[in-house]
């Protein structure tokens, strides 16, 4: 085994299966990153820092622009050959040992050829967990190549966030300095993304500054994403700090509302619980619906109970989300316990909510929750979309619940029925 190999563990990989496989669209320590000083100063610094990143390359390592050298003894026929088979086999755990037995073989200047060889076999969604393992050890090996090889080969973000993200868990000062140097314009910056997913294990304070650096983003909405599971896994108290010292208001409440949903997943008592610890009010109402959702997708009775029990912005964002579950599975009792809300104008959000979710299957309960919309011109909207929808179904349940109407205007009623006479001319 060459000294440059990279040995992959079985963790890291079923990670990245279970991360690009599956999904294709996240060490408890807060002591302050080695460079010290605030998120600004460092940037200010990272032009001396890039210099310093090709000191850093491993011995023997090729520079940028070289082209690859064959290994002695094999070339990368073989290698092209080798990668086809691998890929080739339909059991993905003796891909991934197979893969990662062939990356133990390289040296640092092969990986190149082999992500190229790789790459022709095309990238496909399947094959992206071993395209991230062939990019993960590139970066162990010489990151700024694969990062070089990324920018003039690639479009999209994956394969430069994956190599920064196995850079920066080995040295955050030098990926951050690639991702602020490399990145152009007033958007927000996509490779620090790939640098907070790098060190959120390690130092989870540095990643949180980073984060606060991008604005409201896709961008920063991956970050969060990234980072959620290790705040959760500090517990419901440091959870709570960690919330409630985010200045930015927009990213306090997605938080408060990422994390609540994390732990919803698992126990939405718990998450329903903490979610009182919170002192921000816009933070309570949002994770509250994010819990709301879960929790009524796995226990729609307990989900309703909840809702009935909170009171303010908290129950109205709790109630929009269960209404849609109840109407799903009992269309007609949803609508009772819609009938016990508050009439008033915020609830409006909660009857639209359940006219959306029985529109199709179940129309004429959808429509008899109309008239709570105080807007005419809304109202008038829902009524020709349902009936129209409906009048293709079944039109003479359509035309006949029309013409039993006593709470709609004549002009509406009349437009309703027109509506099914241009459907018998046709």
Do not use: C
């Amino acid at each position: 085994m060459k000294s440059t190999s990279i040995i992959l563990s079985a963790a890291w990989i079923a990670t990245i299966a279970a991360s690009f496989t599956i999904g294709s669209k996240l060490r408890p320590d807060d002591t302050a990153h080695a460079t010290g000083g605030s998120i600004a100063q460092q940037i200010k610094n990272t032009r001396s820092t890039q210099r310093t990143i090709s000191r850093a390359r491993p011995t023997g390592a090729k520079q940028r622009g070289a082209s690859a050298i064959n290994r002695t003894g094999n070339n990368f026929a073989s290698d092209a050959a080798q990668i086809a088979t691998i890929m080739a086999n339909n059991n993905p755990m003796a891909r991934a040992e197979s893969l990662i037995a062939l990356i133990n073989s390289l040296n640092p200047n092969d990986f190149e050829q082999a992500v190229v060889e790789f790459r022709k076999l095309g990238i496909t969604r399947e094959r992206m967990s071993e395209y991230a393992m062939l990019l993960h050890a590139w970066a162990k090996s010489d990151p700024v190549a694969a990062l070089d090889f990324a920018q003039n080969n690639t479009s999209t973000r994956f394969a430069r966030q994956t190599i920064l993200t196995s850079w920066a868990a080995d040295n955050p000062d030098a990926a951050f300095s690639w991702a602020i140097n490399n990145h152009e314009g007033e958007d927000a910056n996509p490779w620090l993304v790939g640098v907070i997913r790098g060190i959120t294990t390690n130092n989870l304070t540095r990643a949180t500054e980073i984060m606060t650096m991008l604005p409201y983003s896709r961008e920063r909405g991956e970050a969060l994403t990234s980072i959620i599971p290790h705040i959760t896994k500090q517990g419901k108290e440091k959870a709570t700090a960690w919330v409630e010292a985010i200045s930015d208001e927009r990213l306090r409440t997605g938080g408060a509302a990422r994390i609540a949903g994390f732990m919803a997943q698992s126990n939405p008592s718990e998450a329903a619980e903490w979610i009182m610890n919170l002192s921000d009010s816009e933070s309570i109402s949002r994770a509250t619906g994010e819990v709301a959702g879960i929790w009524a997708d796995k226990d729609l009775n307990a989900a309703v109970a909840w809702t009935d029990s909170l009171s303010g912005n908290a129950k109205l964002r709790a109630a929009r989300e269960v209404v849609m579950r109840y109407a799903d599975k009992d269309a007609n009792k949803a609508s009772s316990w819609l009938a016990t809300m508050p009439n008033e104008p915020e609830y409006e959000s909660v009857v639209r909510s359940y006219i959306r979710s029985t529109a199709e299957k179940n129309p004429e309960l959808s429509l008899a929750q109309i008239p709570r919309i105080n807007d005419e011109r809304t109202q008038n909207r829902y009524y020709e979309r349902i009936v129209g929808r409906w009048i293709q179904q079944d039109e003479n349940a359509a035309q006949t619940w029309v013409t039993q109407q006593d709470n709609m205007s004549e002009t509406m009623r009349k437009r309703l029925l027109q509506m099914s006479q241009r459907r018998r001319d046709r």
